[in-house]
């Protein structure tokens, strides 16, 4: 592996060491677009709909959101950060994941990427939209509504978790005290990242890398086809040298296409468990946790809501800035996590239900990137 030098000194590339084992052979993917459309700095919020308000309301509490705003017809949970809110549950006749929300770095941005889409600048509404926002609709390859929108203000920051004074070894800052963090909700701080399924995984990344100007952190391919491209990436937003997370979007080739779960920054380890303890004494259905994922190095905690919908506490995830170059690893459930519990079936998505069936048999069909030798190769990873 090449070596450069950075103001004089040994620098290493993002290769060694860092992030992955291997970075891209001659002629693939590069994980970056030459000339986005626009940068975008964030996801804003999801959005969703739901029959029953009160139900959400009891869960994401539970979960460690804040309700921002409630009206008859929409529910906004937000962090404890400044900022957007995290995700709009609005009433609607089935539970469904309506799509994404990311931040433009810019109010003029919208302008341009209106003008490269041939699409509007509208207004947003929303009860907790802070000093009203502007967005643009948009669709994505795999038909998900991808809106990005500015807004005027930021909703100011409310108290949150502290972490503990943590005696380590021979260093003890904490004496003549005790440590009981408290089983209470964990606090979600902010929105990290939204992870979808797509039997268009080629078209639909290129597309958020060209549109929307995000870069690829990691790519997984399947084991024995990385002569067919990757299968899998985690893509962060381009704040130049300004670190961002690992994954704001992660996306993988699979016979569904839809949402896959959502993540939630916590304080830390302490948080996720103790809040983890006080969701299962509330009755709520841990998917699978407490580990630390490989990459994007976050300790993760996951849960299912009443609707089914997998959202995730994490804390302690990477942050790159613009010049890491994409690692490559082969895609395998082994691969997902450095320690914790196996991963679960249900996490997996692996118990074949009628809906699954009826989603690969159709996949199968139709005019996709999904092809039996690939099912194969996924079904391969499930199992590895
Ligand atoms: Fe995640």
Redesign the pocket.
């Known amino acids: 592996m090449s070596e450069t030098r950075v103001h004089g000194a040994d620098a290493r590339t993002a290769h060694q060491d860092l992030h992955s084992e291997q970075g891209a052979l001659r002629g693939e993917h590069p994980g970056r677009s030459r000339n986005p459309v626009i940068k975008v700095a964030d996801l804003a919020w999801l959005e969703f709909e739901k029959p029953d308000l009160d139900r959400a309301e009891v869960f994401a509490r539970d979960f460690g959101f804040q309700v921002a705003a409630r009206t008859e017809r929409e529910l906004w949970l937000r962090g404890t950060f400044a900022g957007s809110p995290c995700m709009v549950i609005r009433r609607g006749r089935t539970s469904r994941f309506i799509g994404p929300a990311f931040r433009a770095a810019e109010r003029a941005d919208l302008d341009r990427l209106a003008r490269a889409t041939g699409s509007a600048v509208r207004d947003v509404d929303g009860a907790a939209v802070p000093g009203g926002g502007r967005a643009v609709d948009l669709l994505d390859p795999s038909g998900f509504p991808v809106r990005v929108v500015h807004c005027g203000e930021r909703l100011p920051a409310l108290p949150g978790q502290h972490p503990p004074l943590l005696n380590f070894g021979t260093e003890h800052p904490r004496t003549n005290a005790t440590q009981r963090p408290p089983r209470e909700p964990s606090r979600i701080q902010r929105l ?2 939204v ?1 979808l399924e797509t039997r268009v995984f080629g078209r639909a990344l290129d597309w958020y890398l060209d549109t929307l100007g995000m870069i690829v952190s990691d790519f997984l391919f399947l084991d024995g086809q990385r002569d067919r491209g990757p299968t899998m990436a985690f893509i962060r937003c381009d704040l130049g040298s300004v670190p961002a997370d690992h ?1 704001t979007l ?1 996306m993988h080739l699979g016979p569904g296409t839809g949402y896959v ?3 939630y920054q916590v304080t830390d380890l302490d948080s996720i468990a103790a809040g983890g303890e006080y969701l299962k004494e509330r009755g709520h259905k841990r998917s699978w946790g407490i580990g630390r ?1 490989i990459q ?1 190095s ?1 300790l ?1 905690d ?1 849960w299912r809501d009443p609707d089914h919908f997998m959202l ?1 506490h ?1 804390a302690d995830g990477d942050l790159f800035s613009c010049d890491l170059e994409p690692g490559w690893a082969p895609m395998s459930t082994s691969g997902l996590a450095q320690w914790g519990p196996p991963a679960t079936r249900d996490f997996l998505g692996a118990s074949p239900s009628p809906r699954r069936v009826r989603d690969v048999i159709e996949a199968l069909r139709g005019d996709n990137e999904l092809d039996p030798a690939r099912l194969l190769g996924l079904l391969r990873a499930a199992n590895s």
């Open positions: 990290g990242h992870v994954h992660a779960h959502s993540a994922h994007g976050q993760f996951y995730e994490f």
